[in-house]
Nanobody, 116 residues
Framework: QVLLAESGGGLVQAGGSLTLSCVAS????????FGWHRQVPGAQREALAT???????SYSDSVRGRFTISRDVAKNTVYLHMNSLKPDDTGVYYC??????????WGRGTQVTVSS
């Protein structure tokens, strides 16, 4: 079992920056990757960024070049550094952990609102 707790959401103006944090606890040695996802009302949850145990990262086209995912292994924390934010980035951001048998764990989410 893995528990995830996001923080760092809030209100920011377009063009601004924000960093989200996700603190993980539990059976960490079973986790293959961490990721950040975004959900807006009426739409499917969108995968934004992923980081694996070997530090390989991947990004969706919508955030590549603006967002950076990183992790601090000692703190069991995964970050999403968001720059050049746009109103379309508004949504609830969820932290995800996936284990070696493709089971997903989710946090409760943190709201990000980007004003124009």
């Amino acid at each position: 079992q893995v528990l995830l707790a996001e923080s760092g959401g809030g209100l920011v103006q377009a063009g601004g920056s924000l960093t989200l944090s996700c603190v993980a606890s539990g059976t960490m040695n079973t986790i293959f990757s961490f990721g950040w996802h975004r959900q807006v009302p009426g739409a499917q949850r969108e995968a934004l960024a992923t980081i694996t145990r070997t530090e390989t990262t991947s990004y969706s086209d919508s955030v590549r070049g603006r967002f950076t995912i990183s992790r601090d292994v000692a703190k069991n924390t995964v970050y999403l550094h968001m720059n050049s934010l746009k109103p379309d980035d508004t949504g609830v951001y969820y932290c995800n952990a996936r284990n070696f048998i493709n089971r997903d764990f989710w946090g409760r989410g943190t709201q990000v609102t980007v004003s124009s």
